[in-house]
T-cell receptor
Framework: EDQVTQSPEALRLQEGESSSLNCSYT??????LFWYRQDPGKGPEFLFT???AGEEKEKERLKATLTKKESFLHITAPKPEDSATYLC?????????????FGQGTILTVHP | KAGVTQTPRYLIKTRGQQVTLSCSPI?????VSWYQQTPGQGLQFLFE???????NKGNFPGRFSGRQFSNSRSEMNVSTLELGDSALYLC?????????????FGEGSRLTVL
């Protein structure tokens, strides 16, 4: 069965304390792995797309990496405004473009 | 460029009633997908429409239905509401020509069933 699992469920960091979020997936064919950020009461906001193992993408304090089994979202020197739920999702081969399978998310809290 | 617009943002219904939610995609996007988000199940795919045709459907009962109009605007309907239908319903639009392939989400319609 195709699955996307994120860990940890929640993460508390001090401002400036770097860490990583994990997204492991078991899918029959990957056509893209996506990272989204979701603030309370809002819809998910797109961060990155990764298509193949070894690929990396960066944006400000965030860096996403991809292997054949998992993806990591590295947060360097986080700030309180980075507090949000981070969602990982996959698009599988043989399915339609608008269907993503999401993980349960990691709730990140950054304390000043 | 305007984003994905969903209406209404909040609504309260009672069991047995039905509800219709509306979604206006980003201009030029022909694909509209709907998702249900709950604390227990997370984000789950409901269905996708492209050029007024349902292209895919998730594992939800037949009480959940949708449609898309010629201007790409979409509606979803839930009939005979149950308490468990309380959720944030998210609409997303996309363009298959996008290099990054992402879905653009609206802010959602928060449904509470009493």
């Amino acid at each position: 069965e195709d699955q996307v699992t994120q860990s940890p469920e929640a993460l508390r960091l001090q401002e400036g304390e770097s860490s990583s979020l994990n997204c492991s997936y078991t899918v029959s064919g990957l056509r893209g792995l996506f990272w989204y950020r979701q603030d309370p009461g809002k819809g998910p906001e797109f961060l990155f797309t990764l298509y193949s193992a070894g690929e990396e993408k960066e944006k400000e304090r965030l860096k996403a990496t991809l292997t054949k089994k998992e993806s990591f979202l590295h947060i360097t020197a986080p700030k309180p405004e980075d507090s949000a739920t981070y969602l990982c999702a996959v698009r599988m081969s043989g399915t339609s473009y608008g269907k993503l399978t999401f993980g349960q998310g990691t709730i990140l809290t950054v304390h000043p | 460029k305007a984003g994905v617009t969903q209406t209404p943002r909040y609504l309260i219904k009672t069991r047995g009633q039905q509800v219709t939610l509306s979604c206006s995609p980003i201009s030029g996007h022909r694909s509209v997908s709907w998702y249900q988000q709950t604390p227990g199940q997370g984000l789950q795919f409901l269905f996708e429409y492209f050029s007024e045709t349902q292209r895919n459907k998730g594992n939800f009962p037949g009480r959940f239905s949708g449609r898309q109009f010629s201007n790409s605007r979409s509606e979803m309907n839930v009939s005979t509401l149950e308490l468990g239908d309380s959720a944030l319903y998210l609409c997303a639009s996309s363009s298959s020509g996008s290099r990054t392939g992402e879905l653009f989400f609206g802010e959602g319609s928060r449904l509470t069933v009493l």
